[in-house]
């Protein structure tokens, strides 16, 4: 395979595009083509694209201006756009850098073998469809390479629920659950060669009905039961949930199921009901925080994280107060905010919009009571024993990095320690971003 074409893929956005850059290296690995660490060596290069923000779809046309030297180099390379920007841009892309071969949503990447095939002829190639084959199916012959100790596993995709700002059910499409049997099939794949922890993903995971393996729809709840049936797994996470999801099932699995691990992400925007109608959630702040407290009753060590957006079209500093106040009732031990941006194509861009210092502002204050928490449920860590999962070496020698069941990332300096080992950890240190411990003597069996 010494004349294997090289491919150099950078992902952005979500880890659902990460799990996508995974799939697109196999598809092109079909291809002929090996992935490479460096733009430099490649014979093409992949930009797999987010939509999400302004600045994330900016961000496309700045690198690609940086790839210009490497194409005036070498006329040869061939470049290509996936992803959420290609999905919401097509066309575009190529009028705007026609250095661009190749655009491919997210949706149709099963065929880029024959759209690179394509562009080796000198044509450009497009494909922005939802096609009715499943792309999922025809990735299954892939190379029975050994995997790191975690893996995501795609078993939704797409959203029904057109929040006002957002731009994925454009990007992604309508809901799609694939079918319980594959994904088992998959998850069997992944632990046979070395996976011991699988985050199932989805836009909306918890929305998931996929088709059983007797007929009939699985929920979430019942999927990551099957799941907890695999020998050698030994984690299950999902994101993303939305709260008007979070089924009975769900919430009593988290109580129940031994694999789950008691982390769960629930994005609740705002704590504004008068924000909530107008991002269209269709749930309350009161209906958030009742959600919380029965998953606090199935399972009380659980940790919850939160999206959260400020400056949202006519937001006041009543309702940020509100956002404020709903934070200090959570208590959320890791949280993601980010300035309302102006999608393109979304109601919430038609209205009234804050202004940028206001949001600068509120962004501030939010970040800091967060930051505030999170330090505070990781501290708390201190002392206490968690069981790490550990995934790769730390900057220091002898050093090992893992997650703990909280998704906590722990390093520990010690010698007997290797990639995918499950461990208990005694936490002796909290940092900005990281917990620091050492292995805890294992109590009798
Ligand atoms: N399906 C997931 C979220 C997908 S996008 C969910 O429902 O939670 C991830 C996060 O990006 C969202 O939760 C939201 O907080 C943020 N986001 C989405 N659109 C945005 C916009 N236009 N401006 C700012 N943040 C946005
Ligand atoms: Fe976007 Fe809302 Fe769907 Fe999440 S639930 S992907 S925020 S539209
Ligand atoms: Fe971004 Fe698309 Fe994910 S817009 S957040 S990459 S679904």
């Known amino acids: 395979m010494t004349d294997a074409k090289k491919l150099y893929i950078r992902t952005y956005g979500c880890q659902m595009n990460v799990y996508d850059s995974e799939r697109m290296a196999e598809a092109m690995g079909a291809a002929g083509y090996r992935q490479t660490d460096s733009p430099e060596d490649a014979d093409m290069i992949l930009l797999n694209t987010c939509h999400i923000r302004e600045k994330a779809a900016e961000k496309v046309y700045s690198e690609l201006g940086r790839f210009k030297p490497l194409r005036e180099a070498n006329p ?22 026609p250095m661009v071969d190749l655009v491919v949503g997210p949706q149709s990447y099963h065929r880029l073998p024959q759209m690179e095939a394509r562009v080796r002829d000198g044509k450009k190639a497009l494909d922005t469809d939802f096609p009715v084959e499943d792309k999922f199916d025809t990735l299954r012959n892939r190379p029975k390479a050994r ?23 454009y990007t992604r499409g309508a809901e799609v659950s694939r079918p319980a049997t594959r994904v088992l099939e998959e998850a069997r794949d992944l632990v046979e060669r070395g996976v011991r922890e699988i985050t199932l993903l989805g836009q909306n995971v918890n929305a998931y009905h996929g088709e059983g393996p007797e007929g009939g729809d699985w929920s979430l709840a019942r999927l990551i039961w099957a799941l ?66 029965r998953i606090r009753a199935a399972r009380p060590d659980i940790l919850i994280s939160g999206d959260f957006i400020v400056g949202f079209p006519e937001e006041t500093e009543a309702d940020f107060r509100a956002t404020l106040d709903l934070i200090e009732e959570v208590n959320y031990g890791y949280a993601f905010s980010f300035k309302y941006s102006e999608r393109p194509g979304t109601p919430a861009a038609e209205r009234a919009q804050v202004d940028e210092d206001a949001k600068a502002e509120r962004l501030q204050r939010l970040q800091s009571l967060i930051t505030r928490q999170q330090r505070a449920v990781q501290d708390s860590m201190v002392g206490h024993n968690v069981k790490v999962l550990f995934e790769k070496s730390g900057r220091q020698p002898g050093q090992m990095v893992g997650k703990s069941e909280y998704l906590h990332a722990v390093h520990v300096s010690d010698s007997s320690l290797a990639p995918g080992e499950l461990a208990s950890v005694e936490i002796t240190e909290s940092g900005p971003n990281s917990l620091g411990g050492r292995l805890a003597r294992m109590p009798a069996a």
Not at 77 to 97: D, F, N, P, T, Y
Not at 147 to 163: I, M, S
Not at 242 to 269: F, R, S
Request: negative net charge; hydrophobic residues 35%; proline residues 5%.
């Open 147 to 169: 995997r790191g100790p975690t893996a995501f596993l795609t078993v939704q995709e797409g959203c029904d629920k057109f929040c006002a700002f957002c731009v994925v059910p």
């Open 228 to 293: 907890n049936d695999i020998d050698g797994l030994e984690r299950i996470r999902f994101t993303t949930s939305h709260p008007n999801d979070m089924t009975d099932d769900l919430i009593a699995a988290h109580g129940q199921c031994e694999k789950l691990m008691p982390y769960l992400h629930l994005p609740v925007q705002s704590g504004s009901d008068r924000i909530l109608k107008r991002m269209n959630r269709k749930h309350t702040a009161e209906s958030y925080l009742r959600l919380i407290e």
């Open 76 to 97: 040869d390379l061939k470049i290509g756009v996936a992803g959420c920007v290609a999905q919401a841009e097509g066309e575009e892309i190529m009028s705007r850098q």
